[in-house]
């Protein structure tokens, strides 16, 4: 080669092809410099070398007509240990000044032996060469690699030491960049009363996540394995049979025993693994239908008075009678006419939620025994109202938590599902009950499964709380920095990643796994075929809808 370079100088400041020149001198014998050794072309196997510029960044160049994918996991090799370093960012560079790209060199805009794209990665930790498929290997790096160390796209077999970190919740499979593995991504049980955050725009897998999330909960209990019993109040009729967007987790034969469900759907009741939905007046406290209205100050004020007013089981019949209705005019002090007003939307609340009954049976001890066994307990209530929704989420789980609070031996811990979690953990919220259980249910087994579009709407002092989290694609800048500030690993680097998430792409962050980990959710459909006893091996994915 012609040109002599300075093997001290910064790697880029160098010409840098001339690669096939480089190697092909060596298949024939030419010595070369050591400055021409490590020139960044790619090896056979595409090998590159490391620029490490801190314990912070590293840095490397690859060819310009390679391609490096943002969030793409690459392996540094230093002596007897391996770096793992992430991809945060990739751009243009050459070793010309100012515009090179606009400038004619010759008959050409560029001399393509000038230019390189340099990629950014942040480093994930680091693990001795020999010790890649062993417990507790992976650390994280304090300090850098040698400069001009081989840098080379990781391969499978050096994520091995992930598999004996992951859970036994298994949602997807690692994905390096844009490539799937076959390493399995799997939350942990014990993790799962440390609350969990789901955010994603729509269209962006929420739904699926959640699916399959169940159907893998149904599966360890039906082998005995649960932990803990996941509790899902569907609004949207699409958890039960599916319909028009897949399956649903009816259609997961082979573990039914381990799921609960009930059903406001009359279409449902016919079916012998729903039963109808029933709420008894008795099961009703007052404070259960403070989150159905805007009540005035007087209304609340009648309200909190009823308790110590009337029998606790029994109020709603009594203040319905005119002798209720008078007791608590005269007791409490309120008016005639707030009382009207107030008795008339108790009895739009019993008429519009035709679950609830005067007398008979109740489905709250079905449910609540249901999680404490370890089971999934869907409750399928399409067509209601939001309102209505939130009352009967916000009694159920005021039930749980009246139940987890008193010690038992034996019960298992539970995950309480909320959709559109920014209407009860805003910080204008006026539903206490949930604000509780984020902040104390972990004490008592009990956690929260926080699913939203809009992160950003809810306390952040709330949203501390919650030691898992799933990022399927935010593209909200202030959802993403709010969620960012809140994750218990850091996740500010993967700003861009973030955004450049596809659909049933996720980056999840999680107790007891070293680093954020970069997923391909299982779709549904496909993963409860391959849960079927019979199942054939695991197929190529697809897109599915939301």
């Known amino acids: 080669m012609s040109e002599t370079l300075n093997p001290y100088s910064d790697i880029s400041l160098s010409p840098i092809t001339k690669f096939k020149d480089v190697w092909r001198s060596e298949a024939k014998g030419i010595v070369l410099s050591f400055a021409e050794r490590i020139m960044v072309k790619s090896m056979p196997g595409n090998v590159y070398r490391i620029l490490a510029k801190d314990v912070r960044s590293y840095e490397f160049i690859i060819p310009y007509d390679e391609k490096a994918d943002v969030g793409e996991i690459f392996t540094v090799e230093d002596r007897d240990m391996l770096f793992l370093a992430r991809v945060v960012n990739v751009q243009h560079d050459s070793n010309y000044n100012g515009r090179w790209d606009t400038s004619i060199r010759g008959t050409e805009l560029y001399d393509e032996e000038q230019i390189f794209n340099r990629v950014i990665a942040e480093p994930l930790g680091c693990i001795p060469r020999d010790q890649t498929k062993r417990r507790g290997a992976f650390r994280k790096a304090k300090t850098i690699p040698t400069k001009f160390s081989k840098v080379k796209r990781t391969e499978a077999e050096e994520f091995g030491f992930l598999k004996d970190t992951m859970g036994d919740i298994e949602v997807g499979v690692l994905r390096n960049g844009s490539r799937d593995t076959d390493v399995t991504v799997a939350l942990h049980s014990s993790a799962m009363d440390h609350h969990m955050g789901i955010f994603a725009t729509t269209g962006m897998g929420k739904s699926n996540f959640m ?32 319909g028009k967007a897949g399956k649903g987790l009816l259609h997961l034969t082979p573990y039914a025993s381990s799921l609960k469900c009930y059903s406001t759907d009359p279409r449902n009741h016919s079916l012998p693994e729903v039963s109808e939905l029933t709420i008894s007046r008795r099961d009703i406290l007052p404070e259960d239908i403070k989150v159905l209205h805007d009540w005035t100050g007087a209304q609340m004020d009648a309200l909190d008075s009823i308790e110590r007013i009337f029998d606790g089981d029994s109020w709603i019949d009594e203040i319905l009678d005119e002798n209720g209705k008078a007791m608590l005019t005269e007791r409490a002090k309120v008016s005639e006419k707030t009382v009207d007003v107030l008795v008339r939307k108790l009895e739009n609340i019993l008429s519009r939620n035709k679950y609830i009954k005067s007398s008979g049976n109740s489905s709250i001890p079905g449910i609540i025994e249901g999680v404490k066994s370890g089971k999934v307990v869907l409750i399928d209530i399409p067509n209601l109202s939001e309102s209505s929704e939130l009352f009967l989420l916000s009694l159920i789980s005021r039930r749980i938590m009246e139940d987890y609070r008193n010690e038992e031996e034996g019960r298992k811990r539970c995950m309480i599902v909320i959709e559109e979690a920014q209407r009860v953990l805003g910080s204008d919220s006026r539903i206490a009950r949930f604000e509780e259980i984020a902040r104390e249910g972990r004490k008592f087994g009990v956690g929260l499964c926080a699913i939203t579009q809009q992160p950003k709407l809810i306390d952040r002092e709330l949203l501390s709380q919650f030691n898992t989290v799933v990022v ?33 792409e996720a980056i999840i962050s999680t107790l007891n796994v070293p680093f954020p980990i970069p997923a391909k959710i299982h779709i549904y459909e496909d993963y409860i075929e391959r849960l079927r006893p019979s199942a054939p091996e695991r197929r190529s994915f697809r897109p599915t809808p939301d």
């Open 211 to 242: 699916k399959v999330f169940a159907a893998s909960c149904m599966k360890l209990a039906s082998e005995n394995r649960s932990e803990f019993g996941l509790l899902i109040v569907d609004p949207h009729g699409e958890y039960l049979r599916g």
């Open 472 to 504: 399927m694609g935010l593209a909200d800048r202030n959802d993403r920095v709010r969620v960012e500030e809140s994750a218990k690993q850091d996740l500010s680097s993967l700003d861009v990643e973030i955004q450049t998430l596809e659909k049933g």
